[in-house]
């Protein structure tokens, strides 16, 4: 009887300590769930403040090109404002960057099909040469034409149809139509990751019958025009007859060098630009990609945009 007081006051302090740690650990949780309710706010309002910058720098890339457009309707070249790379600027709460590139310097893969949806054997042999200038298998050519074009038979020596990717997993189809970005150069048969991202700065996917812009073309996509024209004799171009300022004439230029039907699809201006534009917000950064077509006033609106991936 002398110990039931010492155990009874045992229990009270063991109660007591167990009252303490759950209403420690009660706190600790409700403190964990305001941190983190708070840190989502802030997220949430950082990534819609930084999209509401990327939209300023889209409308501002517009009057740039409106405003380029106006100036010198008849060339578009890397020594215009369009073309200079902007330095970070500080905005509330971070900084942004920026840059336009024509996207019509570019080959553009779904210039491998004509309107009818058939094989355009002169865009094709510029492609097999612009994947032999790059030292990427020639034949990637023809996996892309089944990809696009609108039959179901393979092509020779080397196509892919349906066939060749049912056994993908998952499996799936070709399209067998246009596509809207060259990311899905990734989903075609064959193409190694290694081989994706060698080709991806030099490809584009832009409407069919685009013309190419050789006054913003690189050496690697100059050189794939003709069999004539070596990557040095492009970097020659380039450097000695093109510089900042463009072809002086394209026609005089390029007359000796290029086929008949090829020379009338490539021109000086341009009607196809991406913006690459990048936020950071605290802690919180956002790239858009949105490719801007710009119509004969100078009118130039977004008709595609992507976040992280171009």
Same mark, same amino acid.
């Given at each position: 009887?002398?110990?039931?007081?010492?155990?009874?006051?045992?229990?009270?302090?063991?109660?007591?300590?167990?009252?303490?740690?759950?209403?420690?650990?009660?706190?600790?949780?409700?403190?964990?769930?305001?941190?983190?309710?708070?840190?989502?706010?802030?997220?949430?309002?950082?990534?819609?403040?930084?999209?509401?910058?990327?939209?300023?720098?889209?409308?501002?890339?517009?009057?740039?090109?409106?405003?380029?457009?106006?100036?010198?309707?008849?060339?578009?070249?890397?020594?215009?404002?369009?073309?200079?790379?902007?330095?970070?600027?500080?905005?509330?709460?971070?900084?942004?960057?920026?840059?336009?590139?024509?996207?019509?310097?570019?080959?553009?893969?779904?210039?491998?099909? %004509?309107?009818?949806? @058939?094989?355009?054997?002169?865009?094709?042999?510029?492609?097999?040469?612009?994947?032999?200038?790059?030292?990427?298998?020639?034949?990637?050519?023809?996996?892309?034409?089944?990809?696009?074009?609108?039959?179901?038979?393979?092509?020779?020596?080397?196509?892919?149809?349906?066939?060749?990717?049912?056994?993908?997993?998952?499996?799936?189809?070709?399209?067998?139509?246009?596509?809207?970005?060259?990311? @899905?150069?990734?989903?075609?048969?064959?193409?190694?990751?290694?081989?994706?991202?060698?080709?991806?700065?030099?490809?584009?996917?832009?409407?069919?019958?685009?013309?190419?812009?050789?006054? %913003?073309?690189?050496?690697?996509?100059?050189?794939?025009?003709?069999?004539?024209?070596?990557?040095?004799?492009?970097?020659?171009?380039?450097? @000695?007859?093109?510089?900042?300022?463009?072809?002086?004439?394209?026609?005089? %230029?390029?007359?000796?060098?290029?086929?008949?039907?090829?020379?009338?699809?490539?021109?000086?201006?341009?009607?196809?630009?991406?913006?690459?534009?990048?936020?950071?917000?605290?802690?919180?950064? %956002?790239?858009?990609?949105?490719?801007?077509?710009?119509?004969?006033?100078?009118?130039?609106?977004?008709?595609?945009?992507?976040?992280?991936?171009?």
């Amino acid at each position: 009887m002398s110990s039931f007081p010492k155990n009874e006051s045992g229990v009270a302090i063991l109660t007591s300590m167990l009252v303490v740690t759950l209403g420690t650990l009660i706190a600790t949780n409700l403190m964990w769930q305001a941190n983190l309710d708070l840190r989502r706010a802030e997220t949430a309002l950082a990534t819609d403040q930084g999209l509401m910058y990327l939209q300023g720098a889209e409308a501002w890339a517009g009057e740039i090109l409106r405003q380029d457009q106006l100036e010198s309707p008849d060339s578009d070249h890397l020594g215009e404002k369009w073309a200079i790379q902007l330095s970070p600027m500080a905005v509330e709460g971070g900084l942004i960057a920026g840059h336009l590139e024509d996207l019509q310097g570019r080959f553009n893969l779904n210039n491998l099909i %004509t309107p009818q949806g @058939e094989e355009d054997l002169v865009w094709r042999s510029v492609f097999e040469r612009l994947l032999i200038s790059l030292n990427l298998d020639p034949s990637i050519a023809g996996v892309a034409v089944d990809w696009l074009d609108a039959d179901s038979s393979a092509g020779f020596p080397r196509g892919a149809e349906d066939a060749a990717y049912a056994g993908s997993n998952p499996p799936y189809r070709v399209p067998n139509s246009i596509i809207t970005s060259s990311s @899905e150069l990734r989903a075609m048969f064959g193409l190694e990751l290694q081989d994706y991202s060698r080709l991806l700065p030099y490809v584009t996917a832009l409407p069919i019958g685009t013309r190419l812009n050789v006054n %913003t073309a690189s050496e690697y996509v100059l050189a794939s025009l003709s069999s004539d024209i070596s990557l040095a004799a492009a970097e020659s171009m380039i450097r @000695e007859q093109r510089g900042l300022n463009g072809f002086i004439d394209i026609n005089n %230029t390029f007359e000796r060098l290029l086929d008949q039907d090829l020379l009338p699809r490539i021109d000086a201006v341009s009607q196809h630009f991406l913006l690459v534009a990048s936020v950071s917000i605290s802690n919180n950064q %956002t790239t858009m990609y949105s490719l801007l077509q710009r119509d004969d006033s100078g009118i130039a609106r977004s008709v595609f945009r992507s976040l992280g991936v171009e």
